[in-house]
């Protein structure tokens, strides 16, 4: 569905609806109205013919401290708003990442929804959750990111559909793991030739069965303290 200018001024409660098309002759004119439209949870928009410089226009217009999150690839930007049900899995789901990282006594820094882009590769993504894990020595300290000279995140988290353009993004920046859960189920994809390939286990943790774990446990609303004695239990077993 394409929107004139006229319809955005009105508000732009119609966004909550759509996934919707801006041309780009109006991109800077809906600058000026980012914090102004009504993007309902759980709903996306999508600006095309976005350049860089308009992209960073964006991200600072939008600021630091909201709850939108975007994805851009090769000119196409995309703006969602997380509903309660996205955002309270994706805290369930990091949360267990992080019983994981402690039970199994691997350094990590999370670093959350960080926005991470790289110009020369028209590129940006914000995770809903995401981990460094081999690199978390040379994240410590750190709260700014310049993927110039710094690595990926090594594990990257999406609740609810990826889009092709967040999947573009992800392959392009070289994040080696995502997860993606939908509709109740964990999906484990790594990076193999520039591209992404499903698989059973995650090479973080190669001796537990996280797909059926963190799905089963999330379905069941189990608390936390289950699922580390359960990750505990089959560390145990699994010891030489």
């Given amino acids: 569905m394409r929107l004139t200018v006229a319809e955005l001024r009105k508000g732009g409660s119609v966004l909550g609806r759509h996934t919707n098309i801006i041309p780009s002759w109006q991109v800077v004119m809906v600058m000026l109205q980012l914090r102004q439209l009504v993007v309902q949870p759980g709903q996306r928009i999508q600006l095309q013919d976005v350049v860089w410089s308009e992209f960073e226009a964006i991200l600072d217009e ?9 994805a851009y690839s090769d000119g196409i930007l995309e703006i969602r708003m997380p509903s309660p049900k996205h955002e309270k899995a994706k805290v369930l789901i990091g949360d267990r990442v992080k019983i994981l990282l402690e039970e199994l006594d691997l350094d990590n820094e999370c670093f959350g929804s960080s926005t991470f882009k790289r110009q020369d590769m028209a590129k940006g993504i914000e995770p809903d959750d995401c981990f460094y894990i081999e690199n978390s020595a040379r994240m410590i300290g750190k709260d700014r990111i310049d993927l110039i000279v710094d690595p990926p995140p090594d594990l990257a988290i999406e609740v609810d559909v990826t889009s092709k353009t967040g999947l ?4 392009s920046l070289d994040v080696p793991e995502l997860w993606q859960f939908e509709n109740g189920r964990l999906r484990i994809s790594l990076l193999q030739n520039g591209q992404y390939h499903n698989v059973n286990f995650s090479p973080h943790f190669p001796n537990l069965p996280i797909i059926d774990g963190v799905s089963q446990f999330l379905e069941r609303s189990q608390t936390l303290k289950a ?4 990750v505990r239990e089959l ?4 010891a030489p």
């Fill in 235 to 238: 560390t145990q077993r699994n």
């Fill in 227 to 230: 699922f580390r004695q359960w």
């Fill in 168 to 171: 573009d993004a992800y392959q």
């Fill in 62 to 70: 939008l600021g630091d401290k909201r709850a939108c999150r975007i």
